[in-house]
T-cell receptor
Framework: QKEVEQDPGPLSVPEGAIVSLNCTYS??????FMWYRQYSRKGPELLMY????GNKEDGRFTAQVDKSSKYISLFIRDSQPSDSATYLC??????????FGAGTTVTVRA | EAGVTQSPTHLIKTRGQQATLRCSPI?????VYWYQQALGLGLQFLLW???????NRGNFPPRFSGRQFPNYSSELNVNALELEDSALYLC?????????????FGAGSRLTVL
């Protein structure tokens, strides 16, 4: 079993829809949770960074962490074609041992 | 401010050869991380260098090695290339004290082994 599981998709939604992405994990020591966005032919860029359980909102993006269920989510509201990318979840027990999911490819249709 | 730069962008080698990939971190960043991104597998941690020292390595064979130079740039060497080494190799850097969670990635070097 992988330490971090992420459905690779692909996910295709119409413009304006809510995009829902999630990851599950097995290591209960994880306490830092991140979402990275990776455009084609580019490196990943940090999108959201949360510590422990709870919600964090940044513009159209909301990250949720449920440590009791070992489940994290990313929601993108009012999705735009420019949101089309691969989204990678990542998590760590400390500042140094980062584990990534395989990434979910999202296409937002205009 | 220049981002993380990697070279070459693409590299084609044959089995058994050696590959060298290079990375320049963001100015002021002292830590460099190397990741392998193979199709469908996500990012796999390879190596972490900080202040010129190797601090940690992932679950990869010893033929994957590297070093960090005094100017904090880094190179990744892959010896005795195998077909399954074909992947995108990503370098990332972080500022002192921020750890591995807040990474700035380069665009990667795509290695193809024939």
């Amino acid at each position: 079993q992988k330490e971090v599981e992420q459905d690779p998709g692909p996910l295709s939604v119409p413009e304006g829809a809510i995009v829902s992405l999630n990851c599950t994990y097995s290591n209960s020591a994880f306490q830092y949770f991140m979402w990275y966005r990776q455009y084609s032919r580019k490196g990943p860029e940090l999108l959201m960074y949360t510590y422990s359980s709870g919600n964090k909102e940044d513009g159209r993006f909301t990250a949720q962490v449920d440590k009791s269920s070992k489940y994290i989510s990313l929601f993108i509201r009012d999705s735009q074609p420019s949101d089309s990318a691969t989204y990678l979840c990542a998590m760590s027990p400390d500042l140094y041992k980062l584990s990534f999911g395989a990434g979910t490819t999202v296409t937002v249709r205009a | 401010e220049a981002g993380v730069t990697q070279s070459p962008t693409h590299l084609i080698k044959t089995r058994g050869q050696q590959a060298t990939l290079r990375c320049s971190p963001i100015s002021g960043h002292t830590s460099v991380y190397w990741y392998q991104q193979a199709l469908g597998l996500g990012l796999q941690f390879l190596l972490w260098y900080d202040e010129g020292e190797e601090r940690n390595r992932g679950n990869f064979p010893p033929r994957f090695s590297g070093r960090q130079f005094p100017n904090y740039s880094s190179e990744l060497n892959v010896n005795a290339l195998e077909l399954e080494d074909s992947a995108l190799y990503l370098c990332a850097s972080s500022s002192p004290g921020s750890g591995a969670n807040v990474l700035t990635f380069g665009a990667g070097s795509r290695l193809t082994v024939l």
